[in-house]
């Protein structure tokens, strides 16, 4: 069974940073592309920033310049750099991973259960 862990979330002023993270355990024999979504109440999840293997990033463009997207795969562990943060930027982030469990196994989906930022004076 493969688990995925966020951490970080926590409310901050305008301008301010946080630095999300988010563990993998479990069985894993490989990840593929680890990603990082978000939900704003009444809105779609969107899918903010992107990793894959081993550097290829890529990012919506509302935090481009902002956020940075950053792996270490020796922990499985995924972090998510938030700078000079926005109201807009408020809501619940969950992270993806692509994983192969064992060898030979499919690829499959897994998320997290999600962190709450929120961003207020």
């Known amino acids: 069974q493969v688990q995925l862990v966020e951490s970080g979330g926590g409310l901050v002023q305008p301008g301010g940073s946080l630095r999300l993270s988010c563990a993998a355990s479990g069985s894993i024999f490989r990840i593929n592309a680890m990603n990082w979504y978000r939900q704003a109440p009444g809105k779609q999840r969107e899918r903010v920033a992107s990793i894959i293997s081993g550097s290829t990033t890529t990012y919506a463009d509302s935090v481009k310049g902002r956020f940075t997207i950053s792996r270490d795969n020796a922990k499985n562990t995924m972090y998510l750099q938030m700078n000079s943060l926005k109201p807009e930027d408020t809501a619940v982030y969950y992270c993806?991973?692509?994983?192969?469990?064992?060898?030979?196994?499919?690829?499959?989906?897994?998320w997290g259960q999600g962190t709450q930022v929120t961003v207020s004076s």
């Open positions: 993806n991973a692509v994983i192969q469990p064992v060898a030979a196994a499919p690829y499959n989906y897994y």
